[in-house]
């Protein structure tokens, strides 16, 4: 059974360092890609980059200054961090899979001041 | 970078109502090796998306037939026939030809 869930923090303070990690289960990272993308509140869906199943990476051109995605294949986890977080980067973050078949719940984060 | 546009924005509809999105790509999504990596997603009220269709016009395992997708190059059509209940929610067109990009969404909501 495909699952993919994601665990980090509620609130992150403004300028920090966004940390969260999406553990999959029922695939294997190196079989599938895992995405990234965003959706602030109200708004649609960001793609913001992926973890190829070979082990590269891509990321939206919007984020890549500040964005770093990568793996622990041995504990099936996919990991985004994202540098100097504005209140413009409050969203729910979801991890996907499998084509966008599969998705996680998301994590609503909220920046502060 | 890719840009998809879909419209219309906002989809007003009775139940049993025949509805189409538009999703224009600001470039071609033909792959080169023959797909078009054009997908068709819908996120329901407080839920995480949805796949719906796959590669322009191909049904998910699991969704109703009254879903159809279609179309070629940069323009691309997703289809309601007859609306049900459940159908209602933000429905989003994603390309996968060039890294990912999503449209910017159509609500579809009750008239």
């Known amino acids: 059974q495909v699952q993919l869930k994601e665990t980090g923090p509620d609130l992150v303070q403004l300028t920090q360092t966004l940390s969260i990690t999406c553990t999959v289960s029922g695939f294997s990272l190196t079989t599938y890609n895992v995405h990234w993308v965003r959706q602030p509140p109200g708004k649609g869906l960001e793609w913001m980059g992926a973890?190829?199943?070979?082990?590269?990476?891509d990321y939206n051109s919007a984020f890549k200054s500040r964005l770093s995605i990568s793996r622990d294949t041995s504990k099936s986890q996919v990991f985004l961090k994202m540098n100097s977080l504005q209140t413009d980067d409050t969203a729910k973050y979801f991890c996907a899979s499998l084509g966008f078949d599969y998705w996680g719940q998301g994590v609503m984060v909220t920046v502060s001041s | 970078d890719v840009v998809l546009t879909q419209t219309p924005p906002t989809l007003s509809a009775t139940i049993g109502q025949s509805v189409s999105i538009s999703c224009r790509s600001s470039q071609s999504l033909l792959h080169s090796n023959g797909n078009t990596y054009l997908h068709w997603l819908l996120q329901r009220p407080g839920q995480s998306p949805q796949l719906l269709i796959y590669l322009v016009s191909r049904l998910e395992s699991g969704v109703p037939n009254r879903f159809s997708g279609s179309g070629s190059g940069t323009d691309f059509t997703l289809k309601i026939s007859g609306v049900e209940a459940e159908d209602l929610g933000v429905y989003y067109c994603v390309q996968g030809t060039h890294a990912r990009t999503f449209g910017g969404g159509t609500k579809l909501e009750l008239k």
């Open positions: 973890m190829w199943n070979g082990g590269g990476t």
